[in-house]
């Protein structure tokens, strides 16, 4: 089972360059989001997507944009990269049907910006 | 201020040691409450999940929630070196997808 796969898995961006990291899940999910990871910071959530067709903005939106292509991929794109994005990014993907429904998440994608 | 606070640690426990991590919130329309375990280099997984005040026991760990004061604790018994990892606290408002984390606390278990 694929569950949730993000590519790239390691990126290395310059200053003002542009990417899109990819997202799909194979477990016919309506919701999906993506986050970053830095120490100390914990997971915090950049945009989300509740169902096909729908994104919100999460807590730390800017400088990020968001495809829900279908319901099956979510991308993230980074139009000017910027040394502050140098992060660990995750996808993941639940259900929808209910707040209380488990998360799976990719194994992350590696993005340093020089 | 963050809606989910956690202390990032490290903690650090000798084997066998009973561990207590703990998280704070400022919404009160946050009703799901998750424990997520994320070892390192890996995506979070899933420990444990409540809905609303009480507690729930799964083997060596327990969650519990206490909505009054907005304050929710995972406790390990009997700590191996396998619990090695770090801990998310999430959250989830009622009838909503949005699903926030806390800084995740580190937890160190040594033979």
């Known amino acids: 089972n694929a569950g949730v796969t993000q590519t790239p898995k390691f990126q290395v961006l310059k200053t003002g360059q542009s990417m899109t990291l990819q997202c799909a899940q194979d477990?016919?999910?309506?919701?999906m989001y993506w986050y970053r990871q830095d120490p100390g910071m914990g997971l915090r959530l950049i945009y989300y997507s509740a169902s096909e067709g729908t994104t919100d903005k999460g807590e730390v939106p800017n400088g990020y944009n968001v495809s829900r292509l279908n319901k099956r991929e979510f991308s993230l794109r980074l139009e000017s990269a910027a040394p502050s994005q140098t992060s660990v990014y995750f996808c993941?993907?639940?259900?929808?049907?209910?707040?209380?429904?488990?998360?799976?998440f990719g194994q992350g994608t590696r993005l340093t910006v020089v | 201020q963050k809606e989910v606070e956690q202390d990032p640690g490290p903690l650090s426990v000798p084997e066998g040691a009973i561990v207590s991590l703990n998280c704070t919130y400022s919404?009160?329309?946050?009703?799901?409450f998750m424990w997520y375990r994320q070892y390192s280099r890996k995506g979070p997984e899933l420990l444990m999940y409540t809905y609303s005040s009480g507690n729930k026991e799964d083997g060596r760990f327990t969650a519990q929630v206490d909505k009054s004061s907005k304050y929710i604790s995972l406790f390990i018994r009997d700590s191996q070196p396998s619990d090695s990892a770090t801990y998310l606290c999430a959250m989830s408002p009622g009838g909503y997808n949005k699903l926030i984390f806390g800084a995740g606390t580190r937890l160190a278990v040594h033979p």
């Open positions: 993941a993907s639940r259900t929808g049907t209910g707040a209380n429904t488990e998360a799976f």
């Open positions: 477990m016919n999910h309506n919701s």
């Open positions: 919404n009160s329309a946050f009703q799901y």
